[in-house]
């Protein structure tokens, strides 16, 4: 079973910078591909960033190309969503999400996700 808990939400200004994380207490932290959503106001939850079991390989949305890092650390069962140069745009609930798979494929896919953690505010003001 995985439980994700994310937390390293916040308010910060536009073209700061914050760092989220995720956390699972689980054993089997190295079988899940991982990734990052979010929500706005108003809008449909969307792929934001997602990497590899192994931490090798990455995906982004255009939206966070150039200013968004995921990454991972196994041994702490931790993935990190490093974010700069924030926009107001980026304000949103950010959602830890995993699925268990022996390849490397990472889906943007809302529906392939087995587990999702509770979500995290982050507001970015002008």
């Known amino acids: 079973q995985v439980q994700l808990v994310e937390s390293g939400g916040g308010l910060v200004q536009a073209e700061g910078q914050l760092r989220l994380s995720c956390s699972d207490s689980?054993?089997?932290?190295?079988?899940?591909?991982l990734s990052w959503f979010r929500q706005a106001p108003g809008k449909e939850r969307a792929f934001v960033a997602g990497i590899s079991r192994s931490g090798a390989t990455t995906y982004y949305a255009d939206s966070a190309k150039g200013r968004f890092t995921i990454s991972r650390d196994n041994a702490k069962n931790t993935v990190y969503l490093q974010m700069n140069s924030l926009k107001p745009e980026d304000t949103a609930v950010y959602y830890c999400a995993a699925y268990r798979t022996d390849g490397t494929l990472i889906y943007a896919r809302e529906s392939e996700y087995e587990y999702w953690g509770q979500g995290t505010q982050v507001t970015v003001s002008s």
């Open positions: 689980g054993r089997t932290f190295t079988s899940y591909i």
